[in-house]
């Protein structure tokens, strides 16, 4: 009689799929029905019901479908848009204020994307302790928590803000990303003592030499998981739809539907209620920049596909 497990994928690697069933972690061989599901490929994160063979291996029988994922798209060579992890519980989006300097550009595209894909994000401005008080570090805070995302001024110096942090971590599956030296290795070495092997791990898959189709992996944090987030310096958005992409900005939604042009893009058009508040203040210049050259992009994106 073939035995039946539920289990969670930790590992994807181009050949098999690691899953965690458990009291054991069985590899998995990719069977081809299965090697994509809606969303894409079958990615750390998922939760599978896996059949065992008599030698021990496994194969992959049915996939849950995802709460949540975290995908982006990414241009050059193989350009296409690409989940990362499935089921996230909790996505820590680290921002710097200093070294590097603030980058709402950045953070709006992470937003985006796990907004896209519907994961919850706490958002970590970390290296507070560089400039406290500082009138630029009380505005990020005050344009994201209108917006309605929840935001902790951190120090992985000081220790500013790591109880929150630490409070919010529990069996789930989470992610730390931002760009390159904000503070995600130092925010975890200090919330997980004693977690430095992995850490250095994600950490290393932070840059360089690592290419974008690299495995989807998942270590284990304390209770739960981190997803890996090698190399996630450039979030493109994943999806297709221009008017999913405006449903992505929380603050455009009310106003979308008194703009005179149904649907509008809030780019051209006249009468455009976006950028009447736009021109009013009532929306942050730096979000709608961050729409326009997410939209550009896509334009761009299909004129390339169709041409
Ligand atoms: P990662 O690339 O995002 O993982 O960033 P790291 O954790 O490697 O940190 C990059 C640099 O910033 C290191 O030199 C850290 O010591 C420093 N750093 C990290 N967090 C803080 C902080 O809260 N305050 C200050 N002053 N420096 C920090
Ligand atoms: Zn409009």
């Not at 241009?75 to 300097?101: C, H, M, Q, T, Y």
């Not at 995302?149 to 069996?171: D, E, F, H, R």
């Not at 890996?228 to 449903?247: H, K, N, R, S, V």
């Not at 009310?254 to 149904?262: G, I, N, P, S």
């Amino acid at each position: 009689m073939e035995k039946r497990t539920e289990g969670l994928v930790i590992r994807v690697t181009g050949k098999e799929i690691w899953v965690d069933a458990g009291s054991e972690t069985v590899a998995c061989l990719l069977r081809g029905r299965f090697r994509r599901v809606k969303e894409g490929r079958v990615v750390a994160g998922d939760r599978v019901e896996i059949s065992r063979s008599p030698s021990g291996g496994g194969a992959i029988e049915s996939i849950r479908p995802r709460r949540s994922w975290l995908s982006r798209y990414t241009g050059g060579r193989n350009a296409a848009s690409r989940v990362i992890a499935a089921n996230l519980d909790l996505l820590f989006l680290v921002e710097s204020l200093k070294v590097p300097n603030l980058s709402c550009s950045f953070a709006d595209r992470v937003l985006v994307s796990a907004g896209h894909g519907r994961v919850p994000t706490q958002i970590c401005l970390n290296k507070i302790d560089l400039d406290p008080g500082s009138e630029e570090a009380e505005s990020v805070v005050r344009l994201y928590g209108t917006l309605g995302y929840s935001v902790i001024s951190t120090s992985a110096k000081t220790g500013q803000g790591l109880p929150q942090l630490a409070s919010l971590l529990g069996k789930g599956i989470y992610a730390f990303v931002g760009r390159s030296g904000v503070g995600k290795s130092s925010l975890l070495n200090r919330l997980v003592p004693g977690l430095d092997l992995s850490v250095r791990e994600v950490a290393a898959g932070t840059g360089r030499g690592r290419h974008t189709t690299a495995y989807s992996q998942l270590f284990a944090l304390a209770d739960g998981y981190v997803a890996d987030t090698p190399g996630m310096q450039t979030f493109g958005f994943p999806g297709e739809d221009e008017g999913e992409l405006a449903g992505c900005f929380p603050e455009f939604e009310d106003l979308a539907a008194t703009c005179r042009f149904q649907p509008c893009t809030h780019s051209h058009e006249p009468d455009c209620a976006v950028k009447e508040a736009l021109r009013e203040g009532r929306i942050a210049a730096s979000r709608h920049d961050s729409y326009l050259d997410m939209l550009r992009e896509l334009r761009e994106r299909k004129k390339m596909r169709y041409a």
